[in-house]
């Protein structure tokens, strides 16, 4: 009788995730579920993700004064998202305003 090497479902998962490039589909989905988390109260109250394409976060915001002033503070939001993610998945950010 041969006996076979039982693998632990957890290493099936993640080599299935690996596999399917959920990896990266499943952090960038983190920017929307931990928003607050990454940008801070103040931020989250003005500032909301829509979608992420081809490194582009784009982001809705309460007022063009809003737009302004965070996108002055674009390359800070992109390393806070980014080091919070853990792995470059933003590179640009752009700003509508339409929250």
């Keep these: 009788m041969i006996m076979k090497e039982f693998e632990d479902i957890g290493s ?3 080599d299935v ?7 990266r589909k499943l ?3 983190n920017i929307f579920n931990c928003w607050e988390e990454i940008v801070g109260t103040e931020i ?17 915001v309460t007022t ?3 737009a302004n002033e965070l ?3 674009s390359s800070q939001l992109i390393e806070k998202i980014n080091s919070f993610i853990g792995e470059e998945v933003v590179k640009s950010i752009r700003f509508k305003t339409n929250l």
């Design 12 to 14: 099936i998962i993640g």
């Design 17 to 23: 995730i690996e596999n399917l490039n959920m990896k």
């Design 27 to 29: 952090n960038i989905s």
């Design 44 to 60: 989250y109250k003005k500032a909301k993700p829509k979608k992420v394409t081809a490194g582009v976060l784009y982001v809705s």
């Design 64 to 66: 063009s004064t809003w």
């Design 71 to 73: 996108s002055l503070m």
